[in-house]
């Protein structure tokens, strides 16, 4: 569904919320579940085919990629671009190459026999003789509304997406596995300095992992810490700190930081 412009927001939200009374049953060569990059691909690669594909958008079209700011190691450009932007253009090109791109959400699948059989939130059913899902994974977060709202704006859950606009600062990474080691290492090469908070005492990060974090003289290691808070200036609201409550004792401490980084996992 297309928002006219002179449509007011709060009757788009009850469009969109409004269950389907007359629902639709849509016959499809191919379903694809999913409109993060890997889904419009496929979508792109499918549609030129001549495979006339349908792209179910799900709870966030557009991926992780759209709650990234800037987008510097996209090939093709020169100059950093939007995550947000850069999903429109795909959704654009696999609309522009056939795909007919929907605005619903799949919640029940039965792949027992052909056509495969896909319900969506809407009361829709999508029958398909070959289904791609391409639902990807989202970051985990720690769940705090300081997080939340600062999320672009000194809060990432990607180093290699916004690794860039930290260098010479000094940055946190909130984590104990592979992801969180990896992450801290990458920041090192960018940033003045790099803490690793963890909540335990131990990583669970490979040995040699752990190795080359201890051995790098840029990165701390913060043990039995938990992030209770991200701290952010009034003007501009940007991250200014973080603070941490000791897991043992209790107590709390503030540490100074123009950045955090998530890395606690994803989910599928």
């Not at 991926?63 to 959704?91: H, K, S």
């Not at 991200?230 to 209790?250: C, Y």
Request: net charge negative; charged share 20%.
């Amino acid at each position: 569904m297309k928002l006219a412009p002179t449509t007011p927001y709060s009757e788009f939200l009850i469009d969109w919320m409004t269950p389907n009374m007359a629902a639709t049953t849509h016959r499809t060569r191919l379903l694809i579940i999913g409109a993060g990059p890997a889904g419009y691909t496929a979508a792109i690669y499918a549609a030129r085919a001549s495979l006339d594909p349908m792209l179910v958008a799900g709870l966030q079209p557009g991926g992780q990629l759209t709650i990234t700011t800037d987008v510097e190691n996209y090939p093709g450009f020169a100059e950093a671009i939007r995550g947000p932007w850069l999903m429109e253009q795909m959704q654009k090109q696999a609309e522009h190459v056939g795909t007919r791109v929907i605005n619903d959400i799949i919640t029940a699948v039965d792949f027992a026999a052909r056509p495969f059989r896909c319900t969506a939130d809407s009361g829709d059913i999508y029958l398909a003789d070959s289904v791609i899902i391409a639902t990807g994974a989202q970051a985990r977060w720690l769940g705090l509304e300081s997080e939340k709202r600062l999320q672009g704006f000194g809060v990432s859950a990607c180093a290699t997406c916004d690794g860039f606009f930290f260098r010479g600062k000094r940055v946190a990474v909130v984590g104990g596995g592979n992801t969180a080691v990896e992450e801290a290492l990458y920041l090192a090469n960018l940033a003045s300095e790099v803490t690793l908070i963890h909540r335990r005492d131990s990583l669970r990060a490979e040995k040699i992992l752990q190795r080359r974090l201890f051995a790098n003289p840029k990165i701390t290691v913060i043990w039995n810490a938990a992030v209770e808070e991200v701290m952010a200036g009034d003007a501009p609201a940007v991250v200014n700190g973080l603070r941490l409550r000791d897991t043992l004792s209790g107590a709390e401490r503030h540490l100074d930081v123009d950045g955090v980084f998530i890395a606690i996992g994803h989910s599928p």
